[in-house]
């Protein structure tokens, strides 16, 4: 049997180890505290995740006190846009800058990839200065090389290298960029416009869209459903649902957490959402291939389709299905809760529950209890957490193949019960 089981084994285990990404600049900056002023606005702007999700990039990297030109003096939207325009899409380590061509070039960085800056905005001009300094400038005409390559910090031949400057690019414009004021920002407008309007009316009837707009200043990413998706076969009557379910659905659709897709696709564990509340409690996993991101309900999955909004720290998404949470829809194919007539399509959740960013033991943040039905036989209703998972989410955030690995699983029993026979 433990021949038969250990190759298994090791076979699982090599699948599961092996890294989605090959470079982490987090863990590669946070051997130099010179940078962590640089390396904590990584993460807070997620260009972290950006970085980490492609090959062949180069970081120029700004000590303390360069960053510190930028760091609380303007909006996160534009240190993230100031930030971008200094990791190139190309691989230059102290040897290749000093052999550019013709002595000046122009590199193409993560700036230009935003689709939000005009012209050659988003590219960077690197020019041989005498006596071996390096100059780096925006590639707007006229634009001063007014920042200089000082050391080398770090390379892994040829996928990521890591360069100091003495002080960040800038383009025109790119300072003064007024921060996005969100709260201004109609999210049922841009949600309608985006082909979302049954779950517009959704967010507004239920009173969604109060708690959704409360968490936008500490960052928020919502996964709308399009209309086709409330249209497909087999998705569950909605009107069968208590208003409380309903509300706590909307709040399954969106984390308490500025995600953008580059975000998503490395993202391993699994994400609490602002119904979460408990350990692994109304979770969604993640999982991407190439460019296509797909979360994971443990009912159903969901390709994540269009970016409707990206905007630090608001992020709006539309998705091809309803994320069905295990909670409400694992039991039975209809959610048959007591057939409680939603009578006041307006309830403004009296206590509206705080998102449980690190689920907390103590189940002090709940969402609003589905209503106790009144009639005490006929179905139960499903409360949220009744069901039994499968996989816990803490085993599964170790497997990114959930479904390779139950086959692997059930490979194994029948291959232990052929021992045994
Ligand atoms: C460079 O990236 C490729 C692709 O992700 C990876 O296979 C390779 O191991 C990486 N090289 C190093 C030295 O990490
Ligand atoms: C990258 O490294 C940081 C710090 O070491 C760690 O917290 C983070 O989980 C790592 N990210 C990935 C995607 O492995
Ligand atoms: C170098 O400059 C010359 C003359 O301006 C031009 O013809 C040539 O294409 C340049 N080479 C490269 C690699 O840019
Ligand atoms: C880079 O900037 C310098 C100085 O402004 C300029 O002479 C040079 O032509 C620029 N290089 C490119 C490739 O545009
Ligand atoms: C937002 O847009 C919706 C639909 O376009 C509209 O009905 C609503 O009045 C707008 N809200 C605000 C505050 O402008």
Do not use: W
Request: aromatic content about 6%; some cysteine.
């Amino acid at each position: 049997m433990a021949s038969l089981f250990l190759p298994l084994l090791f076979l699982t285990i090599s699948l599961f180890s092996l890294p989605s990404n090959a470079h982490n600049i987090t863990a590669i900056l946070s051997s130099f505290p010179d940078y962590s002023l640089y390396n904590s606005y990584l993460t807070k702007t997620k260009l972290n995740d950006e970085i980490n999700s492609r090959t062949t990039i180069t970081c120029l990297v700004l000590n303390n006190a360069a960053m510190s030109s930028l760091a609380g003096k303007h909006p996160l939207s534009v240190i993230k846009n100031a930030l971008s325009l200094l990791i190139l899409l190309d691989y230059f380590d102290g040897q290749k800058l000093h052999d550019i061509s013709n002595g000046t070039i122009l590199s193409t960085t993560l700036y230009q990839t935003t689709g939000q800056v005009e012209g050659n905005l988003g590219f960077v001009n690197i020019t041989d200065l005498k006596g071996g300094k390096v100059g780096f400038g925006s590639a707007a005409p006229g634009s001063k090389l007014d920042s200089s390559y000082s050391k080398s910090v770090k390379q892994i031949p040829y996928n990521i290298s890591v360069l100091e400057v003495t002080a960040p690019i800038i383009s025109p414009g790119l300072l003064s960029a007024p921060a996005p004021s969100l709260s201004d920002v109609n999210i049922t407008a841009l949600l309608e416009k985006a082909g979302c309007k049954t779950f517009a009316s959704l967010i507004v009837s239920s009173g969604v869209l109060k708690i959704y707009q409360s968490e936008i200043d500490k960052g928020l990413t919502v996964f709308a459903p399009n209309d086709e998706a409330f249209k497909k076969a087999g998705v569950p009557d909605l009107s069968k649902l208590t208003s409380a379910e309903i509300v706590t659905l909307l709040q399954y659709h969106a984390v308490a957490e500025y995600s953008p897709k580059g975000s998503l696709k490395t993202t391993k564990a699994p994400i609490s959402t602002l119904a979460s509340n408990g350990a692994g409690k109304y979770v969604l996993k993640v999982s991407a291939s190439g460019d296509d991101v797909t979360l994971n309900t443990g009912v159903d999955t969901s390709r994540v389709a269009e970016t409707v909004l990206d905007d630090t720290p608001l992020c709006i998404l539309t998705v091809d299905n309803i994320l069905l949470p295990k909670e409400l829809f694992a039991t039975s194919p209809s959610p048959a809760p007591a057939p409680a007539p939603v009578s006041s399509p307006t309830p403004t959740p009296a206590t509206s529950p705080s998102p449980v960013e690190a689920p907390s033991p103590s189940e002090a943040a709940s969402p609003p209890a589905p209503p106790i039905s009144p009639t005490s036989e006929g179905s139960p209703a499903t409360t949220p957490g009744s069901s039994q998972s499968v996989i816990s989410p803490s085993e599964a955030s170790y497997f990114k193949a959930p479904a390779l690995f139950k086959i692997l699983g059930t490979v194994s029993i029948v291959l232990v019960f052929a021992s045994f026979s």
